[in-house]
């Protein structure tokens, strides 16, 4: 059984900036398109960002295009969510989730065939 494993979360202030990481147990990221979502309390898991592992290409919700990237690196097996210039509303737990082929939606949670436990992110002013 595969395990997606995240870490990263905190408490930060408006503006600062942390990076997410997300690794396997259990199996190499290889063929897959690996995504983060988060939910609010209260609010539905919303798609955050997703990229394609074996050509690198990202996509990503509009509400953080420019200050979130999402990246990977093959040498550690770990795909990472750089989030800069955080904002109050982006205090969520943040989840990774991976599937072992092209999703039909990158937006869609239920595409995704493995997640992690998630990690809270804290924005306060």
């Known amino acids: 059984q595969v395990r997606l494993v995240e870490s990263g979360g905190g408490l930060v202030q408006a503006g600062d900036s942390l990076r997410l990481s997300c690794a396997p147990v259990g199996r190499a990221f290889g063929l897959d398109s690996v995504a983060w979502f988060r939910q609010a309390p209260g609010k539905e898991r919303k798609f955050v960002a997703g990229i394609d592992w074996s050509s690198g290409n990202a996509f990503y919700d509009d509400f953080v295009k420019g200050r979130f990237t999402i990246s990977r690196e093959g040498t550690k097996n770990a795909v990472y969510l750089q989030m800069n210039n955080l904002k109050i509303e982006d205090t969520a737990v943040y989840y990774c989730?991976?599937?072992?082929?092209?999703?039909?939606?990158?937006?869609?949670?239920?595409?995704?065939?493995?997640w992690g436990q998630g990690t809270q992110v804290t924005v306060s002013s």
């Open positions: 989730a991976a599937k072992g082929s092209y999703p039909r939606a990158w937006d869609l949670p239920h595409e995704y065939d493995y």
